[in-house]
Antibody, heavy 120, light 112 residues
Framework: QLQLQESGPGLVKPSETLSLTCTVS??????????WGWIRQPPGKGLEWIGS???????FYNPSLKSRVTITLDTSKNQFSLKLSSVTAADTAVYYC????????????WGQGILVTVSS | DVVMTQSPLSLPVTLGQPASISCRSS???????????LSWLQQRPGQSPRRLIY???IRDSGVPDRFSGSGSGTDFTLKISRVEAEDVGIYYC??????????FGQGTKVEI
């Protein structure tokens, strides 16, 4: 059974860079046919796709965040990471990592999520 | 970007009674392969989202058959034939046809 687990600081200061890692177990992030992505949910609000990366395909970012986002894969650790620069209070959210299946065009496995608060 | 609009945003339900959630997309969701890629997610209180249905009507493994998805073009529906207490939560539709970006509906809160 595939499992994803987010980790990283729960508190980030304004203007700094948010850095999160997603550790994948039960499957390899280098497998073809999948994207590995980040989705966030501000408190009391809906879901926003941030970006997705793949071992074999192009990396995609949400245009609204593209200038501040970097997603990378580390196949040696079977992890992928998110960096979001110049954060503000508007970036406070629960951040989820998730797997996207190319063939079915959906996110089938999700991590439990990690709350990141942007505050001084 | 494709805008996904759900209705209602809040849905009071009665145990044992049916419930229905609508999801409309700003563009048709038929992909170049002829399929529509619309999925439904369930988020129970305090939990992460869980996929319930994909490709409009295919139930995920372990999802009770009281859940069903239907629709085509720009109009899609999630139905619960008989609501149970464990169905309380927020339901999201998501389109996987026109990307990037992948986009979600605003969510529909189902409460007893």
């Amino acid at each position: 059974q595939l499992q994803l687990q987010e980790s990283g600081p729960g508190l980030v200061k304004p203007s700094e860079t948010l850095s999160l890692t997603c550790t994948v177990s039960g499957g390899s992030i280098s497998s073809s046919g999948y994207y590995w992505g980040w989705i966030r949910q501000p408190p009391g609000k809906g879901l926003e796709w941030i970006g997705s990366d793949s071992y074999t395909e192009t990396t995609f970012y949400n245009p609204s965040l593209k200038s501040r986002v970097t997603i990378t894969l580390d196949t040696s650790k079977n992890q992928f990471s998110l960096k979001l620069s110049s954060v503000t209070a508007a970036d406070t959210a629960v951040y989820y990592c998730a797997r996207y299946r190319n063939g079915w065009h959906d996110f089938d496995y999700w991590g439990q999520g990690i709350l990141v608060t942007v505050s001084s | 970007d494709v805008v996904m609009t759900q209705s209602p945003l809040s849905l009071p339900v009665t145990l044992g009674q049916p419930a229905s959630i609508s999801c409309r997309s700003s563009q048709g969701l038929v992909y170049s392969d002829g399929n529509a890629y619309l999925s439904w997610l369930q988020q129970r209180p305090g939990q992460s989202p869980r996929r319930l249905i994909y490709k409009v009507s295919i139930r995920d493994s372990g999802v009770p058959d009281r859940f069903s998805g239907s629709g085509s073009g720009t109009d899609f529906t999630l139905k619960i034939s008989r609501v149970e207490a464990e169905d309380v939560g927020i339901y999201y539709c998501m389109q996987g046809t026109h990307w990037p970006p992948w986009t979600f509906g605003q969510g529909t809160k189902v409460e007893i």
